[in-house]
């Protein structure tokens, strides 16, 4: 995520890095770089000019040049002001009305069915609410039949009326359907174009007349850069939405336009989408983005998406194991399966400060483990529960049996010995301060 602009940025305080004396002249060669960086990630000249002139301000005001450390005084100037150039803070839902209503708008492609779904999917998971979705896309092909199967994969109810094709009537039915069964949310689902055109706004603008929606999301393609943010300005102009929904940013290495739709529309990005699972929608964190940017890491959203899968029974009985050296296989592959829940590795990874950077050209995908867990899964009931059994012949039977090389098991069985052994010094004073502390943070 934004991986070119982080260089980028990289290579702009490098100025700053081991000078014995900081002028404003390096100051003004710092911002000169940065400016260069934001508009290669696609933001717009006026937008990144105005930014490194608040930047430069705000610096010489905080006496940057005099400081011991003027990189890192620089560098928080840039992070805040970051922060502000893209909200400054999270924007919540209002959801205060029951049935609230939530419409989805956006140009055909840009992700707003799955998106819907994804929606849906983290207001049951972390707010308990009962979701309807409603399928207002009369036109595309299939597109009723792919929020049904959004809607199975989540366990969330579906509202279709097959042979209606007025969407406006279908948005008002939901909502009474949605009264009349104790919803909570109505999310609906509606039609889109390739490009904007009269038809499709004016068919927008006659749903959100209709059912008086709470909340309006621009769903959008957050790696169309400019394109995203001259869009989004063109449905605001007709909508007046509340917030934006950004897509694909996982795959966004430049940022333009999650750094500039705010400036430009004045409406916040309430989401992020970061991947293609159902749970992979985020809430927007600007200050969190701005630190992840600039290479800082974001704990806080790493230790929250512990804390979903963080369960406390399983934790006891592993930590029993641990004390009595018998941690094993089995335990080993309940671990991977609760981080392979947590998202994407190399994005996990990237919120720890400093291992962005280390793995920027690092291959790391959603099947990191899976070599791994062939592996494990090639052992017997009985080695994996004691791993002491595993001699020279059983191991090239497992190695067989998962199509890797004896090298590669040996590797795992020696990894995991070591781990092991780690784990039972955690168990000592330090560990078990650490552990708590642990504990005490991913508690909801």
Known sequence: MFDSLQDKLDK???VLKGRGQISEVNVAETMKEIRRALVDADVSYKIAKDFTNKVKEEALGQEVLTSLKPGEVLTKVVRDEMARLMGGSAAELDLKTKPSVILMAGLQGSGKTTHSGKLAHLLKRKQNKKVLLVAGDVYRPAAIDQLKVVGEQIDVEVYTEEGQKDPVQIARNAIQHAEKNG????????AGRLAIDEAMM?????????????ETLFVVDSMTGQDAVHTAKAFNDVLDYEGVILTKLDGDTRGGAALTIRTVVDKPIKFIGTGEKMDA??????DRMADRILGMGDVVSLVERAQEQYDEDEARRVQKKIAKNKFDFDDFLGQIKQVKKMGNVKDLMGMIPGMGKMLKNVDMDDDAFQGIEAIIYSMTPDERANPKLINGSRKRRIAQGCGKDVKEVNQLIKQFGEMSKMMKMMQGGGGRKLEQMMQQNMRP
Not at 183 to 190: A, G, L, Q, R, Y
Not at 203 to 212: L, N, P, Q, S
């Open 12 to 14: 702009a305080f490098h």
């Open 202 to 214: 004016t068919e927008i603008r006659g749903i959100h007349k209709a059912v008086k929606p709470q």
């Open 183 to 190: 919803h909570h949310v109505v999310i609906i689902d509606t």
């Open 281 to 286: 929608l985020d809430i927007f964190y600007p």
